[in-house]
């Protein structure tokens, strides 16, 4: 992780009437001007955070967006060359070509809404118009 940034504000001290006694009068004139002019601006200290050393449990369950992601995609790509694996043994190499033909037919009749919008931008972009 990066390091974080704390801000906080320098605090003044009070001062007694005790205090003011001892100082002359000309240099209490001086702080009484340089304490009117001057703010409080946030003091930057750097914080390091404490790293998070995860337990065994938290290391088998704690698994990465990306990583999941591309673990789903990998376990459907395994089912659908399995499918085809099988397909090809029992019914044959022709049979399944024309079932998978038919198939992404179907899918592409129900999956896309606007044919001829889809048509034109895959012409594109097979074969980009000149300018």
Not at 23 to 42: D, L, S
Not at 56 to 74: F, G, H, S, V, Y
Not at 84 to 109: D, K, N, Q, W
Request: charged share 25%.
């Amino acid at each position: 992780m990066t390091e974080q940034e704390v801000f906080t504000t320098s605090e003044e001290t009070e001062q007694t009437p005790e205090m003011e006694s001892i100082v002359e009068p000309e240099q209490a004139e001086k702080a009484e001007t340089a304490a009117a002019q001057e703010v409080k601006r946030p003091v930057l200290e750097t914080v390091t955070p404490q790293k998070h050393t995860l337990t065994a449990t938290e290391k088998n369950t704690a698994i990465e967006p990306d990583e999941e992601d591309r673990k789903r995609k990998l376990l459907i790509g395994s089912a659908c060359g399995a499918a085809v694996a099988v397909l090809l043994m029992t019914i044959g190499f022709g049979r399944t070509l024309f079932l998978g033909v038919m198939s992404g037919a179907g899918a592409f009749i129900y999956g896309v809404k606007d044919k001829q919008q889809w048509l034109k931008d895959t012409v594109n972009r097979l074969f980009p118009p000149h300018s």
